[in-house]
């Protein structure tokens, strides 16, 4: 670690280790996890059944409120696409999970191509007819007018290189649409290193909006609006809370949640945000 980055906050990783990771703070307002896992050490903090978006799990009442609200979020994410591109087009999802975001896509004539790299979810994404490829690398250049990451850039081993790669897949007047959290964000600053999506060491970067901003000026894109998930703040603060406490505190999780969102609505800092960049 670079000895100028300094040390944000110290966390512990809540769902498989229990291992404590540093946050270091870079200049333009990067958080980096430090250590970062590398290769199968890394993919070894991805197996397990609470890691949900690698499953279709419907075994408690959470994961069935997670799996409800993910329905109304994926037509969400659909309008959103579609009002950025409306003649449709090539839709590439990297990160694609259990392929759902692609099959509503598909279902309303985008064509998609899909990356994922964990083996399981793509099996998942297999069953309903989604085939997902594991990486980007034989993909033809600026083959996507609309590229989407649904938090999958805070997983990303190499953050420069996928930068570049998005940059060699879009297509010139294409759209690039990431969400991440956002650490800056009320629930953020409340749970601190109990903070839910921090998740270390799965998120190897942490952004603020400065942060995004700016990575993505060198690439030469050009932010061109910024929007809220708010369903985010309400889950991650119940997994916060879980973490804290040990138990679903689901009415004092919904108040946190609430609180964020409505201090989102005056500071922005929601937490997590949408950000849509085009090639400039």
Not at 73 to 101: C, M, Y
Request: hydrophobic share 35%.
């Amino acid at each position: 670690m670079d000895s100028n980055h300094k040390l944000f906050i110290t966390v512990k990783d809540h769902s498989v280790s229990k291992r404590d990771f540093r946050l270091y703070q870079t200049d333009d307002g990067l958080l980096v996890t430090n250590p970062q896992p590398q290769g199968q050490e890394l993919a070894a903090y991805y197996e397990s059944d609470d890691y949900i978006s690698h499953t279709d799990g419907k075994r408690s009442l959470f994961e069935r409120i997670y799996q409800s609200v993910k329905k109304i979020a994926l037509q969400n994410k659909l309008r959103l696409i579609t009002k950025l591109h409306s003649s449709k087009g090539v839709l590439l999802d990297i990160g694609a999970g259990t392929g759902d975001f692609l099959k509503v896509a598909k279902d309303n004539e985008w064509e998609i191509i899909g990356v994922e790299p964990n083996t399981k979810a793509r099996s998942f994404a297999n069953q309903k007819g989604i085939i997902l490829q594991n990486d980007t690398a034989t993909l033809e250049s600026h083959c996507a007018d609309v590229i989407t990451m649904w938090h999958v850039l805070e997983h990303v081993p190499d953050l420069q290189l996928q930068l570049s790669e998005l940059k060699r897949l879009l297509k010139p007047e294409g759209t690039i649409v990431i969400a991440v959290p956002n650490y800056k964000s009320f629930d953020a600053e409340y749970y601190q290193n109990y903070w839910a999506a921090y998740d270390v060491p799965r998120h190897l970067w942490h952004f603020s909006k400065t942060a995004m901003r700016t990575i993505f000026e060198r690439e030469n894109f050009q932010l061109v609006q910024t929007l809220p998930m708010l369903f985010d703040a309400y889950y991650v603060s119940l997994l916060s809370e879980k973490y804290k406490t040990g138990k679903m505190n689901f009415i004092k999780a919904f108040l946190i949640g609430l609180k964020s969102n409505l201090k989102g609505r005056r500071t922005g800092e929601y937490s997590s945000l949408i950000y849509i960049f085009k090639n400039q």
